[in-house]
């Protein structure tokens, strides 16, 4: 996965990049994370990658980003999850969420 800056989080913060596998392109998932994410005022990305698996990054406050990724377990009305691997990441992304261009 990317690499990404290291600075500091605030106190009760982290950031954790994801990798979600199952039928994920093609089914609104990129931009149903970025409701998600928005909703919970998350910082960071999701994009798609070549593989056939979804990216994102989730920046903020520990509750929210582990509520955010227990959300990815299910994804969206079409989506089929069949696995989220999720991993520490350092630093912050500027505010806000986006979706990136494909990997």
Same mark, same amino acid.
């Given at each position: 996965m990317s690499d990404q800056p /290291?600075?500091? *989080?605030? !106190?009760?913060?982290?950031?954790?990049? $994801? #990798?979600?596998? +199952? #039928?994920?392109? +093609?089914?609104w998932?990129?931009?149903? /994370? $970025? =409701?998600? !994410?928005? !909703? #919970? =005022? *998350?910082? +960071?990305w999701v994009r798609n990658r070549q593989d056939g698996t979804v990216e994102a990054l989730f920046v903020g406050p520990a509750d929210k980003v %582990? %509520?955010?990724?227990? @959300?990815?377990? #299910?994804g969206p009305e079409h989506a089929?999850? =069949?696995? $989220?691997?999720? =991993?520490? @990441?350092?630093?912050i992304v500027g505010d806000g969420f986006r979706q990136l261009p494909d990997a």
């Open positions: /290291t600075s500091p *989080l605030p !106190a009760g913060h982290k950031a954790e990049r $994801v #990798r979600i596998a +199952g #039928r994920v392109q +093609g089914v998932y990129r931009a149903w /994370t $970025v =409701e998600q !994410a928005e !909703a #919970r =005022e *998350l910082n +960071g %582990d %509520d955010m990724i227990a @959300a990815c377990h #299910r089929r999850v =069949e696995s $989220v691997v999720r =991993e520490a @990441a350092q630093g």
